[in-house]
Protein backbone atom coordinates (compact mmCIF):
# COMPACT_ATOMS: atom_id res chain seq x y z
CA UNK A 1 0.00 0.00 0.00
CA UNK A 2 1.18 3.50 -1.10
CA UNK A 3 0.21 6.36 1.37
CA UNK A 4 1.34 10.04 0.48
CA UNK A 5 1.26 13.00 2.24
CA UNK A 6 0.27 16.03 0.18
CA UNK A 7 0.65 19.33 1.98
CA UNK A 8 0.32 22.74 0.97
CA UNK A 9 2.47 25.45 2.58
CA UNK A 10 0.49 28.05 1.18
CA UNK A 11 -2.49 27.25 3.62
CA UNK A 12 -0.67 25.33 6.22
CA UNK A 13 -2.87 22.09 5.61
CA UNK A 14 -1.99 18.29 4.47
CA UNK A 15 -3.60 15.58 3.13
CA UNK A 16 -3.42 11.46 2.89
CA UNK A 17 -3.37 10.23 -0.89
CA UNK A 18 -2.98 6.17 -0.78
CA UNK A 19 -3.56 4.00 -3.16
CA UNK A 20 -5.15 0.75 -1.55
CA UNK A 21 -4.37 -2.96 -2.53
CA UNK A 22 -7.73 -3.29 -4.08
CA UNK A 23 -7.11 -0.85 -6.36
CA UNK A 24 -9.37 2.04 -4.88
CA UNK A 25 -7.61 5.55 -4.49
CA UNK A 26 -8.53 6.80 -1.05
CA UNK A 27 -7.83 10.69 -0.02
CA UNK A 28 -7.75 11.38 4.11
CA UNK A 29 -8.25 15.28 5.20
CA UNK A 30 -7.98 15.19 8.70
CA UNK A 31 -9.58 18.64 10.01
CA UNK A 32 -8.08 19.55 13.32
CA UNK A 33 -10.56 20.91 15.52
CA UNK A 34 -13.74 19.59 13.94
CA UNK A 35 -16.33 17.70 14.51
CA UNK A 36 -18.21 17.06 11.46
CA UNK A 37 -17.20 14.10 9.20
CA UNK A 38 -17.97 14.09 5.87
CA UNK A 39 -17.13 10.75 3.20
CA UNK A 40 -18.15 10.66 -0.22
CA UNK A 41 -17.69 7.48 -2.65
CA UNK A 42 -17.73 8.10 -6.05
CA UNK A 43 -17.34 6.17 -9.42
CA UNK A 44 -16.23 8.13 -13.19
CA UNK A 45 -19.62 6.69 -14.14
CA UNK A 46 -22.64 9.43 -15.46
CA UNK A 47 -25.36 9.53 -17.78
CA UNK A 48 -22.90 10.45 -20.73
CA UNK A 49 -21.45 6.68 -20.73
CA UNK A 50 -24.31 4.81 -22.63
CA UNK A 51 -22.08 3.21 -24.99
CA UNK A 52 -18.82 1.25 -23.72
CA UNK A 53 -16.55 -1.54 -24.45
CA UNK A 54 -14.87 -3.35 -21.52
CA UNK A 55 -11.35 -5.29 -21.77
CA UNK A 56 -11.92 -5.02 -25.25
CA UNK A 57 -15.35 -6.82 -25.88
CA UNK A 58 -17.97 -6.31 -27.57
CA UNK A 59 -19.54 -2.46 -27.51
CA UNK A 60 -22.53 -2.33 -25.22
CA UNK A 61 -25.10 -0.22 -25.96
CA UNK A 62 -27.54 0.89 -22.54
CA UNK A 63 -30.98 3.00 -21.85
CA UNK A 64 -30.76 6.62 -21.24
CA UNK A 65 -30.92 7.54 -17.79
CA UNK A 66 -29.05 4.38 -16.79
CA UNK A 67 -26.75 5.30 -14.39
CA UNK A 68 -29.11 7.40 -12.25
CA UNK A 69 -31.52 4.51 -12.15
CA UNK A 70 -28.36 2.30 -10.83
CA UNK A 71 -27.63 5.08 -7.98
CA UNK A 72 -31.04 4.87 -6.85
CA UNK A 73 -31.63 1.10 -6.69
CA UNK A 74 -27.82 0.86 -5.19
CA UNK A 75 -29.78 2.12 -1.64
CA UNK A 76 -32.01 -0.81 -1.53
CA UNK A 77 -30.13 -3.80 -0.47
CA UNK A 78 -30.66 -7.45 0.77
CA UNK A 79 -29.78 -5.89 4.07
CA UNK A 80 -32.46 -3.31 3.93
CA UNK A 81 -32.55 0.40 2.56
CA UNK A 82 -29.59 2.09 2.88
CA UNK A 83 -31.51 5.36 4.12
CA UNK A 84 -32.48 3.80 6.64
CA UNK A 85 -29.46 2.10 7.86
CA UNK A 86 -28.27 5.55 8.06
CA UNK A 87 -30.86 6.81 10.06
CA UNK A 88 -30.01 4.52 12.69
CA UNK A 89 -26.25 6.21 13.04
CA UNK A 90 -27.46 9.44 12.87
CA UNK A 91 -25.68 10.24 9.71
CA UNK A 92 -27.33 12.42 6.88
CA UNK A 93 -26.67 10.74 3.53
CA UNK A 94 -27.48 11.34 -0.37
CA UNK A 95 -26.41 10.62 -3.95
CA UNK A 96 -26.36 12.02 -7.16
CA UNK A 97 -25.70 10.89 -10.54
CA UNK A 98 -23.86 14.02 -13.69
CA UNK A 99 -22.88 13.79 -16.39
CA UNK A 100 -19.72 11.95 -16.07
CA UNK A 101 -20.04 10.71 -12.14
CA UNK A 102 -21.65 9.09 -9.68
CA UNK A 103 -21.19 9.89 -6.24
CA UNK A 104 -22.42 8.65 -2.43
CA UNK A 105 -22.35 10.02 0.31
CA UNK A 106 -23.00 10.69 4.48
CA UNK A 107 -22.27 13.57 6.62
CA UNK A 108 -22.08 12.88 10.49
CA UNK A 109 -20.86 14.13 14.05
CA UNK A 110 -21.11 11.03 15.48
CA UNK A 111 -20.35 7.07 14.75
CA UNK A 112 -18.72 7.80 11.95
CA UNK A 113 -17.08 4.03 11.71
CA UNK A 114 -21.03 2.55 11.89
CA UNK A 115 -21.68 5.23 9.10
CA UNK A 116 -18.63 5.02 7.31
CA UNK A 117 -19.18 1.11 7.20
CA UNK A 118 -22.47 1.13 5.94
CA UNK A 119 -21.62 3.07 3.08
CA UNK A 120 -18.38 0.76 2.05
CA UNK A 121 -21.01 -2.33 1.99
CA UNK A 122 -24.16 -0.73 0.04
CA UNK A 123 -21.99 0.78 -2.56
CA UNK A 124 -20.25 -2.48 -3.18
CA UNK A 125 -23.02 -4.96 -3.06
CA UNK A 126 -25.70 -4.46 -6.21
CA UNK A 127 -28.93 -6.23 -5.22
CA UNK A 128 -31.57 -5.78 -8.83
CA UNK A 129 -34.59 -8.29 -9.21
CA UNK A 130 -36.88 -7.75 -11.86
CA UNK A 131 -39.83 -6.65 -9.45
CA UNK A 132 -37.43 -4.05 -7.60
CA UNK A 133 -36.46 -2.81 -11.06
CA UNK A 134 -40.04 -2.48 -12.05
CA UNK A 135 -41.22 -0.91 -8.80
CA UNK A 136 -38.28 2.12 -9.56
CA UNK A 137 -39.27 2.80 -13.12
CA UNK A 138 -42.57 4.05 -11.67
CA UNK A 139 -40.63 6.28 -8.86
CA UNK A 140 -38.04 7.53 -11.38
CA UNK A 141 -40.74 7.86 -14.41
CA UNK A 142 -42.54 10.43 -11.60
CA UNK A 143 -38.71 12.37 -11.15
CA UNK A 144 -38.62 12.56 -14.93
CA UNK A 145 -41.94 14.02 -15.10
CA UNK A 146 -41.33 16.45 -12.84
CA UNK A 147 -38.38 17.68 -14.24
CA UNK A 148 -39.78 18.20 -17.85
CA UNK A 149 -41.95 20.35 -15.62
CA UNK A 150 -38.83 22.53 -14.34
CA UNK A 151 -38.25 25.52 -16.65
CA UNK A 152 -35.10 26.07 -15.38
CA UNK A 153 -33.94 22.39 -16.56
CA UNK A 154 -35.87 22.54 -19.97
CA UNK A 155 -34.01 25.51 -20.43
CA UNK A 156 -30.52 24.42 -19.73
CA UNK A 157 -31.68 20.82 -21.91
CA UNK A 158 -33.64 22.78 -24.38
CA UNK A 159 -29.66 24.68 -24.67
CA UNK A 160 -27.62 21.67 -25.22
CA UNK A 161 -29.89 19.78 -27.56
CA UNK A 162 -28.95 22.65 -30.35
CA UNK A 163 -25.30 22.50 -29.39
CA UNK A 164 -24.35 19.04 -29.41
CA UNK A 165 -26.50 16.54 -32.56
CA UNK A 166 -25.37 13.36 -30.99
CA UNK A 167 -23.35 13.82 -27.94
CA UNK A 168 -25.45 12.10 -24.88
CA UNK A 169 -24.54 15.13 -22.65
CA UNK A 170 -28.23 16.70 -24.62
CA UNK A 171 -30.21 13.84 -22.72
CA UNK A 172 -31.91 14.05 -19.44
CA UNK A 173 -29.40 12.89 -16.89
CA UNK A 174 -32.67 10.55 -15.55
CA UNK A 175 -33.33 9.24 -19.36
CA UNK A 176 -36.83 9.49 -20.61
CA UNK A 177 -40.02 7.37 -19.43
CA UNK A 178 -39.49 5.35 -22.32
CA UNK A 179 -35.52 4.55 -22.17
CA UNK A 180 -35.84 3.49 -18.41
CA UNK A 181 -38.54 0.95 -19.20
CA UNK A 182 -36.03 -0.43 -21.29
CA UNK A 183 -33.99 -0.82 -17.99
CA UNK A 184 -33.48 -4.82 -16.73
CA UNK A 185 -31.42 -5.96 -13.73
CA UNK A 186 -29.14 -7.59 -16.62
CA UNK A 187 -28.40 -4.23 -17.54
CA UNK A 188 -28.10 -2.73 -14.47
CA UNK A 189 -25.31 -5.77 -13.71
CA UNK A 190 -23.33 -5.29 -16.75
CA UNK A 191 -22.83 -1.56 -15.92
CA UNK A 192 -22.13 -1.86 -12.37
CA UNK A 193 -19.45 -4.66 -12.89
CA UNK A 194 -18.01 -2.70 -15.67
CA UNK A 195 -18.01 0.75 -13.90
CA UNK A 196 -18.06 0.40 -10.40
CA UNK A 197 -15.07 -1.72 -10.36
CA UNK A 198 -12.88 -0.17 -7.65
CA UNK A 199 -9.66 0.81 -10.21
CA UNK A 200 -12.75 3.38 -11.52
CA UNK A 201 -13.76 4.92 -8.50
CA UNK A 202 -12.76 7.13 -5.49
CA UNK A 203 -12.98 7.53 -1.82
CA UNK A 204 -12.89 10.45 -0.25
CA UNK A 205 -12.95 11.59 3.70
CA UNK A 206 -12.73 15.02 5.00
CA UNK A 207 -13.20 16.21 9.05
CA UNK A 208 -12.75 14.48 12.16
CA UNK A 209 -11.08 11.14 11.11
CA UNK A 210 -7.66 9.71 10.88
CA UNK A 211 -5.66 7.65 8.11
CA UNK A 212 -5.79 4.29 10.37
CA UNK A 213 -9.51 4.49 10.74
CA UNK A 214 -10.41 4.69 7.44
CA UNK A 215 -7.58 2.43 6.51
CA UNK A 216 -8.97 -0.72 8.78
CA UNK A 217 -12.28 -0.69 7.80
CA UNK A 218 -11.52 -0.79 3.98
CA UNK A 219 -9.18 -3.18 4.42
CA UNK A 220 -11.69 -4.98 6.24
CA UNK A 221 -15.05 -4.66 3.75
CA UNK A 222 -13.42 -4.01 0.71
CA UNK A 223 -12.08 -7.22 -2.01
CA UNK A 224 -9.40 -6.44 -4.51
CA UNK A 225 -10.80 -5.59 -8.06
CA UNK A 226 -9.36 -6.72 -10.96
CA UNK A 227 -7.84 -4.32 -12.67
CA UNK A 228 -9.50 -3.47 -16.14
CA UNK A 229 -10.57 -1.50 -19.23
CA UNK A 230 -13.09 0.67 -20.02
CA UNK A 231 -13.60 2.71 -23.23
CA UNK A 232 -16.44 4.94 -23.63
CA UNK A 233 -17.63 5.67 -27.04
CA UNK A 234 -19.48 8.88 -28.75
CA UNK A 235 -20.14 9.87 -32.12
CA UNK A 236 -18.58 12.06 -33.80
CA UNK A 237 -20.05 15.65 -32.96
CA UNK A 238 -19.77 18.76 -35.82
CA UNK A 239 -17.76 21.55 -34.40
CA UNK A 240 -20.91 24.05 -34.50
CA UNK A 241 -24.27 24.27 -33.71
CA UNK A 242 -27.48 22.93 -35.27
CA UNK A 243 -29.25 26.14 -34.22
CA UNK A 244 -28.64 29.68 -32.19
CA UNK A 245 -31.97 29.89 -30.46
CA UNK A 246 -34.70 27.64 -29.29
CA UNK A 247 -37.89 28.60 -27.22
CA UNK A 248 -39.73 26.91 -25.17
CA UNK A 249 -43.71 27.96 -23.46
CA UNK A 250 -44.03 27.10 -20.05
CA UNK A 251 -45.22 29.05 -17.16
CA UNK A 252 -43.66 31.20 -15.32
CA UNK A 253 -43.09 34.63 -13.87
CA UNK A 254 -40.44 36.35 -15.64
CA UNK A 255 -38.84 34.64 -18.88
CA UNK A 256 -35.67 32.29 -18.17
CA UNK A 257 -32.68 32.32 -20.67
CA UNK A 258 -29.33 30.31 -20.86
CA UNK A 259 -27.02 32.04 -23.49
CA UNK A 260 -24.41 29.53 -23.77
CA UNK A 261 -20.74 28.78 -25.70
CA UNK A 262 -20.16 25.60 -26.97
CA UNK A 263 -16.58 24.88 -26.38
CA UNK A 264 -13.38 22.94 -27.83
CA UNK A 265 -13.82 19.58 -25.84
CA UNK A 266 -10.67 17.58 -27.36
CA UNK A 267 -9.15 17.29 -23.92
CA UNK A 268 -10.19 18.20 -20.39
CA UNK A 269 -8.72 21.72 -19.14
CA UNK A 270 -5.55 21.43 -17.04
CA UNK A 271 -5.58 22.50 -13.24
CA UNK A 272 -4.04 25.91 -14.34
CA UNK A 273 -7.05 26.38 -17.38
CA UNK A 274 -9.46 25.92 -15.05
CA UNK A 275 -8.01 28.51 -12.75
CA UNK A 276 -7.93 30.86 -15.63
CA UNK A 277 -11.39 29.87 -16.81
CA UNK A 278 -12.56 30.96 -13.24
CA UNK A 279 -10.73 33.94 -13.10
CA UNK A 280 -11.89 35.09 -16.68
CA UNK A 281 -15.93 34.47 -15.93
CA UNK A 282 -15.00 36.50 -12.71
CA UNK A 283 -14.28 39.29 -14.63
CA UNK A 284 -16.56 39.38 -17.12
CA UNK A 285 -20.19 38.02 -15.68
CA UNK A 286 -19.43 38.60 -11.69
CA UNK A 287 -21.24 41.55 -9.84
CA UNK A 288 -18.42 43.70 -9.30
CA UNK A 289 -17.98 43.23 -13.93
CA UNK A 290 -18.89 46.40 -15.72
CA UNK A 291 -21.17 43.84 -17.94
CA UNK A 292 -23.59 42.89 -14.97
CA UNK A 293 -23.69 46.49 -13.72
CA UNK A 294 -24.63 47.41 -17.43
CA UNK A 295 -27.10 44.83 -17.66
CA UNK A 296 -28.65 45.55 -14.28
CA UNK A 297 -28.45 49.25 -15.10
CA UNK A 298 -30.67 47.89 -18.53
CA UNK A 299 -33.15 46.27 -16.67
CA UNK A 300 -32.16 43.37 -18.42
CA UNK A 301 -31.31 40.93 -15.66
CA UNK A 302 -31.98 40.90 -11.93
CA UNK A 303 -30.41 38.89 -9.07
CA UNK A 304 -30.76 35.14 -10.43
CA UNK A 305 -27.89 36.20 -13.30
CA UNK A 306 -25.07 33.14 -13.28
CA UNK A 307 -22.14 31.95 -14.58
CA UNK A 308 -20.80 28.59 -15.36
CA UNK A 309 -18.61 26.51 -17.09
CA UNK A 310 -18.68 22.98 -17.23
CA UNK A 311 -16.74 20.33 -18.94
CA UNK A 312 -16.66 16.44 -19.04
CA UNK A 313 -15.80 13.13 -21.65
CA UNK A 314 -16.54 15.31 -25.41
CA UNK A 315 -18.28 18.55 -24.09
CA UNK A 316 -17.28 22.19 -23.00
CA UNK A 317 -19.88 24.94 -22.30
CA UNK A 318 -19.77 28.30 -20.83
CA UNK A 319 -23.41 29.61 -19.72
CA UNK A 320 -24.51 32.93 -18.60
CA UNK A 321 -27.81 32.33 -17.40
CA UNK A 322 -31.03 34.12 -15.09
CA UNK A 323 -34.42 35.96 -15.89
CA UNK A 324 -34.84 38.43 -18.18
CA UNK A 325 -38.07 40.29 -19.32
CA UNK A 326 -35.78 41.03 -22.25
CA UNK A 327 -33.64 37.99 -22.78
CA UNK A 328 -32.65 38.56 -26.48
CA UNK A 329 -31.24 41.78 -25.55
CA UNK A 330 -29.46 40.50 -22.36
CA UNK A 331 -27.76 37.88 -24.71
CA UNK A 332 -27.03 40.67 -27.58
CA UNK A 333 -25.27 42.64 -24.85
CA UNK A 334 -23.14 39.84 -23.18
CA UNK A 335 -22.19 38.87 -26.91
CA UNK A 336 -20.98 42.62 -27.00
CA UNK A 337 -19.15 42.59 -23.90
CA UNK A 338 -17.69 39.15 -25.10
CA UNK A 339 -16.67 40.77 -28.65
CA UNK A 340 -15.07 43.81 -27.10
CA UNK A 341 -13.05 42.00 -24.94
CA UNK A 342 -11.67 39.56 -27.81
CA UNK A 343 -10.88 43.10 -29.86
CA UNK A 344 -9.69 45.23 -27.42
CA UNK A 345 -8.30 42.84 -24.58
CA UNK A 346 -8.88 42.87 -20.88
CA UNK A 347 -8.57 45.39 -17.85
CA UNK A 348 -5.24 44.85 -15.63
CA UNK A 349 -7.36 46.20 -13.28
CA UNK A 350 -10.58 43.83 -13.18
CA UNK A 351 -8.03 40.71 -13.83
CA UNK A 352 -6.51 42.00 -10.06
CA UNK A 353 -10.13 42.07 -8.79
CA UNK A 354 -10.69 38.68 -10.03
CA UNK A 355 -7.98 36.80 -9.06
CA UNK A 356 -8.39 37.84 -5.23
CA UNK A 357 -11.83 36.79 -5.16
CA UNK A 358 -11.48 33.93 -7.37
CA UNK A 359 -8.61 33.35 -4.72
CA UNK A 360 -10.21 34.22 -1.94
CA UNK A 361 -13.64 32.13 -2.37
CA UNK A 362 -11.17 28.89 -3.20
CA UNK A 363 -9.18 29.53 -0.06
CA UNK A 364 -12.71 29.85 2.63
CA UNK A 365 -13.84 26.75 1.28
CA UNK A 366 -11.03 24.77 3.21
CA UNK A 367 -13.33 25.47 5.84
CA UNK A 368 -15.98 23.52 4.87
CA UNK A 369 -15.76 19.58 4.84
CA UNK A 370 -18.01 18.79 2.38
CA UNK A 371 -16.76 21.43 0.17
CA UNK A 372 -13.27 19.66 0.32
CA UNK A 373 -14.45 16.40 -0.25
CA UNK A 374 -16.71 17.04 -3.01
CA UNK A 375 -13.69 19.39 -4.93
CA UNK A 376 -11.11 16.56 -4.66
CA UNK A 377 -13.35 14.10 -5.93
CA UNK A 378 -14.27 16.47 -8.93
CA UNK A 379 -10.30 17.35 -9.63
CA UNK A 380 -9.44 13.12 -9.44
CA UNK A 381 -11.45 12.02 -12.05
CA UNK A 382 -10.47 15.31 -14.41
CA UNK A 383 -6.68 14.17 -13.45
CA UNK A 384 -6.19 17.76 -11.21
CA UNK A 385 -5.52 17.87 -7.56
CA UNK A 386 -7.03 20.86 -5.28
CA UNK A 387 -3.61 22.34 -3.69
CA UNK A 388 -2.22 22.54 -7.37
CA UNK A 389 -5.71 24.37 -8.45
CA UNK A 390 -4.92 27.17 -5.57
CA UNK A 391 -1.86 27.41 -6.67
CA UNK A 392 -2.47 28.61 -10.20
CA UNK A 393 -4.98 30.87 -9.27
CA UNK A 394 -2.02 32.45 -6.66
CA UNK A 395 0.08 32.04 -9.24
CA UNK A 396 -2.66 33.27 -12.61
CA UNK A 397 -0.73 36.40 -14.58
CA UNK A 398 -2.93 38.82 -16.79
CA UNK A 399 -1.10 37.30 -20.11
CA UNK A 400 -2.60 33.76 -18.81
CA UNK A 401 -5.86 34.85 -18.31
CA UNK A 402 -5.59 36.94 -22.13
CA UNK A 403 -4.47 33.87 -23.68
CA UNK A 404 -7.26 31.65 -22.35
CA UNK A 405 -9.82 34.19 -23.30
CA UNK A 406 -8.72 33.50 -26.89
CA UNK A 407 -9.66 30.11 -27.04
CA UNK A 408 -13.57 30.51 -25.32
CA UNK A 409 -16.37 31.95 -26.46
CA UNK A 410 -16.58 32.14 -30.04
CA UNK A 411 -20.18 33.51 -30.99
CA UNK A 412 -20.03 31.46 -33.90
CA UNK A 413 -21.11 29.02 -31.55
CA UNK A 414 -23.36 30.75 -29.36
CA UNK A 415 -26.81 29.23 -28.31
CA UNK A 416 -29.94 31.21 -26.74
CA UNK A 417 -32.44 28.64 -25.02
CA UNK A 418 -35.22 30.86 -23.48
CA UNK A 419 -38.28 29.79 -21.61
CA UNK A 420 -41.39 32.28 -21.62
CA UNK A 421 -44.98 32.05 -20.70
Not at 301 to 316: L, Q, T, W, Y
Not at 358 to 384: C, K, P, Q, W
Request: glycine share 4%.
Amino acid sequence: MNIREIRSDRIGESYYEIDHPTGLKIFVYPKEGYNSTYAIFGTHYGSIHNSFRKDHSDVISVPDGIAHFLEHKLFECEEGDAFARFAKTGANANAYTSFDKTCYLFSCTDHFEESFEILLDFVTKPYFTDETVQKEQGIIGQEIKMYDDSPEWCCMFNMLSKMYEHHPVRIDIAGTVDSIAKITPDYLYSCYNTFYNLNNMVLCVVGKVDVDTVLSIADRMLKKSKDSTVESFFEEEPKGVSDSFVEQKMPVGLPLFNFGFKESSERLLSTEEIAYTDILLVMLASQNSPMYRDLLDSGLINSSFAHEFFEGDGFAVTIFSGESRKPEEAAEMIKDYVRKAHEEGLSKEDFEIAKRAVYGENLSAFNSVAAIANTMVDHYFSDREIYAYLEAVANAEFTDIQDRLSKMMNEEYAVLSVVRS
